[in-house]
């Protein structure tokens, strides 16, 4: 079994910085690759960065490049998100998701495990 845990979602001014935390804990498929995915009210879920197994490869919505940044420690099965230059346009819901393959997609369907999300509300 695999738990996905989100944490640190708040509410930040725009211009501000958040950092997500992703935990895997369980069979956590440590070479998987990982994803963060976001789902504003009334809107289609949307791709925001993945990162390799390895970490080596990271990839990210348009709408987050340049102001978002994946990363993961694999000794303590942990993915994190940082983001800065936040945006209004930037709340939503925010969801980690794990593959057992370690290639990077913007496919959120080949994510076989999800966390139930964190909340992020960015004021202007």
């Known amino acids: 079994q695999v738990h996905v845990e989100e944490s640190g979602g708040g509410s930040v001014q725009a211009g501000g910085s958040l950092r997500l935390s992703c935990a895997v804990s369980?069979?956590?498929?440590?070479?998987?690759?990982r994803a963060w995915f976001r789902q504003a009210p009334g809107k289609r879920r949307e791709f925001v960065a993945s990162?390799?197994?390895?970490?080596?490869?990271?990839r990210y919505g348009f709408s987050v490049k340049g102001r978002f940044t994946i990363s993961r420690d694999n000794a303590k099965n942990t993915v994190s998100l940082q983001m800065d230059s936040l945006k209004p346009e930037d709340t939503a819901d925010y969801y980690c998701a794990v593959r057992r393959d370690s290639t990077p997609t913007e496919e959120a369907l080949i994510y076989e495990y999800w966390g139930r999300g964190t909340q992020v509300s960015v004021s202007s």
């Open positions: 369980g069979r956590t498929f440590s070479d998987g690759a």
């Open positions: 990162i390799s197994g390895s970490g080596a490869f990271t």
